[in-house]
């Protein structure tokens, strides 16, 4: 029985040509910045998505951090929403190691933050506060596309009150093939971006970050302060290049897939939030932990909540979503 894993898209098995581009790949020593690979990786984010420069990192959380640590000095403020990863999922990261102070606020129905409370957020110029300093958006947000407009709003609003502009964009490419644009035209918005390659791009490791080339030098000489700083590093970096070359398109089909889902366990009588990109969420309330038992019976890996995620990637086939719908039947009719 092969296993469905709808946890999360960050369980993709890289495939045998990305293993292939792996095992090939030139590499030298990324510290020294004589891995061939990584600066390509670097050069070709940085053209694609608009911006002077690019840093590879390990990971999307080490991404956003030093991002934080690159905009705000000790003592300053980011603006970001209440569920967002840089915030809740990233313990407490930009506090206890940038000692910049998180002012979260809840994020609206569509995924963004509303900019008049962010107005309202922003403090003063007064020694009693700290410094408002950058607004962290996140895009897709818990699988939620933000609309261009807004992002375009949030640019000028960035701008109007002095504050710079990150996007945690770890699923930027399912907003942008969701929207059928050109990556860019979400990050032409925003100061700094943060890619994740191992999530529905299927790389087994990696995250790059991007700015100006001021910007990423003190985010790489952060990167080496917090350990991250890695050897032949290329072997990962030829891995997102694939990525990049070859997996970008085809989250059309992970959107589909999700769609599928989402309409079957519709039908089946399960209350199911609105499906845009690769993620469904699903009311399960105090059936979580027997969804998630009776499933892995049927070989389908589920997280357990009440509010149920389950996520969509190369791994799964739509047979396999067909399985899981029924499987859900299944388990309603019990
Ligand atoms: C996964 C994720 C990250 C961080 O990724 P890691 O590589 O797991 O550290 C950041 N932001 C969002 C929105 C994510 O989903």
């Given at each position: 029985?092969?296993?469905?894993?709808?946890?999360?898209?960050?369980?993709?098995?890289?495939?045998?040509?990305?293993?292939?581009?792996?095992?090939?790949?030139?590499?030298?020593?990324?510290?020294?910045?004589?891995?061939?690979?990584?600066?390509?990786?670097?050069?070709?984010?940085a053209?694609?998505?608009?911006?002077?420069?690019?840093?590879?990192?390990?990971?999307?959380?080490?991404?956003?951090?030093?991002?934080?640590?690159?905009?705000?000095?000790r003592?300053?403020e980011?603006?970001?929403?209440?569920?967002?990863?840089?915030?809740?999922?990233?313990g407490?990261?930009?506090?206890?190691?940038?000692?910049?102070?998180?002012?979260?606020?809840?994020?609206?129905?569509?995924?963004?933050?509303?900019?008049?409370?962010?107005?309202?957020?922003?403090?003063?110029?007064?020694?009693?506060?700290?410094?408002?300093?950058?607004?962290?958006?996140?895009?897709?947000?818990?699988?939620?596309?933000?609309?261009?407009?807004?992002?375009?709003?949030?640019?000028?609003?960035?701008?109007?009150?002095?504050?710079?502009?990150?996007?945690?964009?770890?699923?930027?490419?399912?907003a942008?093939?969701?929207?059928?644009?050109?990556?860019?035209?979400?990050?032409?918005?925003?100061?700094?971006?943060?890619?994740?390659?191992?999530?529905?791009?299927?790389?087994?490791?990696?995250?790059?970050?991007?700015?100006?080339?001021?910007?990423?030098?003190?985010?790489?000489?952060?990167?080496?302060?917090?350990?991250?700083?890695?050897?032949?590093?290329?072997?990962?970096?030829?891995?997102?290049?694939?990525?990049?070359?070859?997996?970008?398109?085809?989250?059309?089909?992970?959107?589909?897939?999700?769609?599928?889902?989402?309409?079957?366990?519709?039908?089946?009588?399960?209350e199911v939030?609105?499906v845009?990109?690769?993620?469904?969420?699903?009311?399960?309330?105090?059936?979580?932990?027997?969804?998630?038992?009776?499933a892995?019976?049927?070989?389908?890996?589920?997280?357990?909540?009440?509010?149920?995620?389950?996520?969509?990637?190369?791994?799964?086939?739509?047979?396999?979503?067909?399985?899981?719908?029924?499987?859900?039947?299944?388990?309603?009719?019990?």
């Amino acid at each position: 029985m092969s296993v469905i894993d709808l946890r999360s898209d960050t369980v993709t098995q890289p495939t045998a040509g990305m293993l292939d581009a792996m095992a090939n790949a030139a590499t030298g020593d990324d510290v020294y910045g004589e891995d061939p690979t990584v600066n390509r990786l670097e050069a070709e984010l940085a053209r694609r998505l608009g911006f002077a420069a690019a840093l590879f990192v390990p990971t999307g959380t080490m991404s956003n951090l030093l991002s934080l640590m690159a905009h705000c000095e000790r003592g300053d403020e980011y603006i970001v929403g209440q569920q967002a990863h840089t915030y809740k999922y990233e313990g407490g990261g930009a506090a206890v190691l940038g000692s910049i102070q998180p002012q979260p606020l809840e994020v609206q129905a569509d995924g963004s933050l509303d900019l008049a409370q962010v107005a309202a957020a922003i403090k003063p110029d007064d020694f009693h506060f700290a410094r408002s300093r950058l607004l962290a958006l996140e895009n897709t947000m818990q699988g939620k596309v933000l609309p261009l407009e807004y992002l375009a709003q949030a640019r000028r609003f960035t701008r109007e009150y002095g504050l710079a502009l990150h996007l945690d964009g770890a699923r930027l490419y399912n907003a942008a093939v969701k929207l059928g644009v050109d990556a860019r035209e979400i990050t032409q918005h925003f100061d700094s971006v943060s890619v994740c390659l191992s999530k529905g791009l299927g790389a087994p490791v990696g995250s790059v970050l991007c700015g100006t080339a001021e910007f990423i030098a003190k985010a790489r000489r952060l990167r080496k302060m917090v350990g991250g700083g890695m050897r032949q590093a290329g072997i990962l970096a030829a891995a997102g290049l694939y990525a990049l070359d070859n997996n970008i398109q085809r989250l059309a089909d992970d959107h589909a897939n999700a769609q599928l889902l989402g309409e079957g366990l519709r039908a089946a009588g399960y209350e199911v939030e609105p499906v845009q990109t690769n993620m469904v969420y699903v009311k399960m309330g105090d059936k979580a932990e027997a969804i998630k038992a009776f499933a892995a019976t049927r070989g389908i890996k589920l997280s357990a909540a009440a509010r149920l995620r389950m996520v969509t990637h190369m791994d799964v086939s739509r047979a396999q979503i067909e399985q899981v719908v029924a499987t859900f039947v299944e388990f309603s009719r019990n």
